[in-house]
């Protein structure tokens, strides 16, 4: 037996995948990884055209936040949140600068859910009011209240936490309501409005959104839908909260998403991109609002835990973002970003079995169908995990040395923000070459 077969047996043996059938994991067991490449125990390469769990942002092995990593370890490890430590001041302070205008202050957390955890607990404390409005196609995490406001699949596995009213999607290749943009009225966000009404205002805390959504199928909002969301929340006296955990850190070629309509939210939480993957480290940042009724007297911010302002990770998180701004890599995102999508739309008129591509910078869907006509999906909801021809496909990739995300029905391309036009022609050759699989299928 390989070495390589030997950790793979011992890790199936000894832990838990994610998301999946047990029986039927079977992992490449990755041992290096640099720029936009991972490498497995044979030596094999692969280009990583989904930035893993599209939180690379910034490639494998960047040595300013290693070495980060290493001066911080260096010195302290951790302390009890209870004390200070500067990389937590300067994290804190640096998210006010690069967040929207009225985004003041955070609370630092170990990954997305965590930082939704956050966000929940705080709109609760802050409003007084329980409920929370999410959407159907969503994702904000594994843990309680996290997978309560999620909307996909992953939900039914899950009891988590009550309160929570789910609302149709802004999809307009399959409008949930029939209709079509512009002619629609935008009723996916009118019917927000018509949700808040019926549930009554004073019992709902805040909407949930992926502004762009993410992991259930890369669904750009039309341009009215935020700014008008916003508008609703307003009327009602209620929080928009934004879950950037995915679509952050230059992902969508700026800073974060909510800037694409220039809407403030009035909580952001992140992840993800916030060190590149380097380290595991979340934020919630909220309004100056929020943060003044927590330096009232008498107002208790009651959450907390162990590793709460992590040193290590809050020192991962200071130079990634300084690699961000110094590296111009949002600015290489939206360039980049250009290009794919060139690329993408190329593709698109090669392979019937592509139905549409859509996203921004460098956060792009690829949905499939078996018939563009009527817009048969190749797979469903009750699919996710299943075998289906995506699954199919992106092993045949990973074969020709292409690491790429799929979900239910579609493909996430989003490669590392550091990528190259060489590396996305790589990275196109391949999906090229096995849609050819899907087309195969096509009526
Ligand atoms: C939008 C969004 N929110 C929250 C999460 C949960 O983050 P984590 O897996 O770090 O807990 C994810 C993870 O993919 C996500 O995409």
Redesign the pocket.
């Known amino acids: 037996m390989s070495r390589h077969s030997e950790i793979r047996e011992m890790e199936k043996k000894y832990v838990y995948g994610t998301w999946r059938y047990e029986n039927t994991w079977n992992p490449v067991i990755m041992e290096s990884g640099e720029g936009c490449y991972v490498t497995d125990m044979d030596g094999k390469r692969y280009l990583d055209f989904s930035s893993q769990?599209?939180c690379s942002n910034l490639g494998h092995k960047n040595q300013a936040v290693i070495d980060a990593i290493t001066e911080q370890a260096n010195k302290l490890c951790y302390v009890a949140p209870g004390f200070g430590t500067v990389p937590a001041a300067m994290l804190g302070k640096k998210l006010e600068e690069i967040t929207q205008e009225g985004l003041v202050k955070s609370f630092l957390t170990n990954?997305?859910?965590?930082?939704?955890e956050a966000a929940i607990k705080i709109a609760r404390m802050y409003t007084g009011k329980g409920k929370f409005i999410s959407r159907y196609r969503?994702?904000?995490?594994?843990?309680s209240g996290?997978i309560a406001l999620t909307g996909d699949p992953r939900t039914q596995h899950a009891v988590g936490m009550g309160g929570v009213v789910r609302a149709p999607d802004c999809y307009c290749y399959r409008c949930p309501f029939g209709k079509e943009y512009p002619g629609c009225g935008i009723t996916c966000v009118e019917i927000i409005d018509e949700i808040i009404r019926m549930e009554g205002p004073n019992s709902v805390a805040g909407v949930v959104i992926?502004p762009i959504v993410?992991?259930n199928g890369i669904l750009v909002p039309v341009d009215e839908y935020v700014p008008r969301l916003r508008e609703i929340c307003d009327d009602h006296e209620i929080l928009l909260i934004a879950?950037e955990?995915?679509?952050g850190f230059g992902r969508t070629g700026k800073m974060f998403c909510m800037e694409h309509w220039d809407v403030t939210p009035d909580i952001m939480?992140m992840?993800?991109g916030i060190t590149g993957a380097f380290l595991?480290v979340?934020a919630t940042i909220t309004s100056h609002a929020i943060a003044d009724h927590f330096d009232q007297p008498g107002n208790l911010f009651s959450h907390g835990q162990t590793y709460a302002m992590h040193p290590m990770g809050c020192a991962a998180a200071i130079a990634s973002i300084k690699e961000y701004e110094d590296k111009k890599i949002v600015e290489n995102a939206a360039k980049m970003g250009r290009y794919m999508e060139k690329r993408l739309k190329e593709l698109m008129e090669s392979h019937k079995s592509i139905g549409e591509v859509r996203g921004k910078g460098l956060f792009w869907g690829v949905e499939l169908v078996k018939d563009r006509e009527t817009k048969e999906p190749f797979a469903t909801r009750k699919e996710k995990f299943l075998p289906t021809i995506q699954k199919k496909m992106s092993a045949a990739a990973m074969e020709k040395g292409v690491y790429l995300v799929n979900i239910i029905n579609h493909f996430i391309v989003a490669p590392p923000l550091i990528v190259t036009e060489k590396e996305i022609d790589e990275g196109i050759a391949v999906l090229d070459e096995v849609l050819a699989i899907a087309d195969r299928e096509t009526v």
């Open positions: 769990l599209m990954g997305g859910s965590e930082a939704n969503s994702y904000h995490g594994a843990t996290a992926e993410g992991s879950d955990v995915m679509s939480s992840a993800k595991p979340g």
